[in-house]
């Protein structure tokens, strides 16, 4: 039997409608409400989401010598180092390519030329809104490493794109986004098919 | 020249010291916590934490006839359908594969009877201590559909593997997670090298 091939159909939805918003707590990072929505077929419930505090973030991939540029840096959500790509949250007035940039030279020290968006994801639809531009930076040039906001300096190292596999494999490589920013790249570069 | 190929070195690092760790808030979904932080070279910070209240989630990428079996759920975090795999939280007593079959079931009405166990994933390593087992499922019966906690029912669809960069440029199918779970089902599968 050949496979059917056909794309489904994607329709329209009639989305619930919000009720009522309800602000539950802000901290310094977190902002979450209560949403209490009613759906098309009458019935009702209450959602708790994380609203973002800022136009999301960028995750950027740097590409020298046919290597990736990660860094390793403490990070209190796992309580361990995380190996990983350049990132941070998009400042207020900055565009994504200003973020990258800014990210780039402040983590590791390099200026890129190219920035290519490599495709906008989300972490967890159903209680977060928050969105990472993933980005791949080329043509770096050398530059003096801007003061970022860490409180130790971070360890950056090579890491050669033909090894991503072993990249995978990192227990201490670990972020979702991560490995879709990865695997975006490799398929930008033509690398996988 | 040739490109070095050499992995670099991961060396052991001494992370910071947790000085002290105070709960900040809890609502129904979320827990959220300072911690102060003293790292080896005296430098303090606080950071502020989501901690899960469960043993994180599973995302399961079930394949029937060399298809993905998709659904469509209202995601309340992004504030839209949300197409993707089924997924939801690994229940207290849950191994990963019970909560895997039963989200099937519950989800998609099919009973896997072969799991595997793609890869364990964070969502956003510097502030969520939130990991999602990547679980590919296969050999799909038909099954009773579980009622599962949804307040409509689900749209499922079936989505031909080999159409899957298509599926990544649907703006409904967002979350990062999702593109490493389809990224490393192909890679499982054979299908990219």
Same sequence: chains 1, 2.
Avoid at 115 to 144: E, I, N
Avoid at 146 to 157: F, I, K, M, S, V
């Amino acid at each position: 039997m050949k496979a059917n091939l056909d794309l489904p159909i994607i329709e329209p939805l009639q989305g619930p409608q919000v009720i009522a918003t309800q602000p539950l707590l802000k901290t310094r990072l977190f902002n979450i409400e209560q949403q209490s929505l009613c759906f098309s077929n009458g019935v009702t419930a209450d959602y708790e989401r994380l609203v973002s505090k800022s136009d999301g973030a960028v995750l950027v991939v740097p590409i020298i010598n046919d290597a990736f540029v990660l860094i390793r840096e403490w990070s209190a959500g796992v309580g361990r180092y995380e190996l990983g790509f350049p990132k941070g949250k998009v400042d207020p007035g900055e565009t994504w390519q200003d973020a990258a940039v800014r990210e780039c030279q402040e983590e590791i020290g390099f200026r890129p030329r190219r920035l290519h968006l490599l495709d906008k994801v989300c972490l967890a639809a159903s209680y977060m809104d928050h969105h990472t531009h993933l980005v791949l930076a080329q043509y770096l040039d050398v530059s003096v490493s801007d003061a970022g906001d860490e409180p130790e300096p971070l360890q950056t190292l090579q890491w050669p794109i033909a090894r991503w596999p072993e990249l995978l494999a990192q227990a201490e490589f670990s972020e979702g986004r991560a490995y879709a920013a990865l695997f975006l790249t490799l398929t930008h570069l033509g690398k996988i098919v």
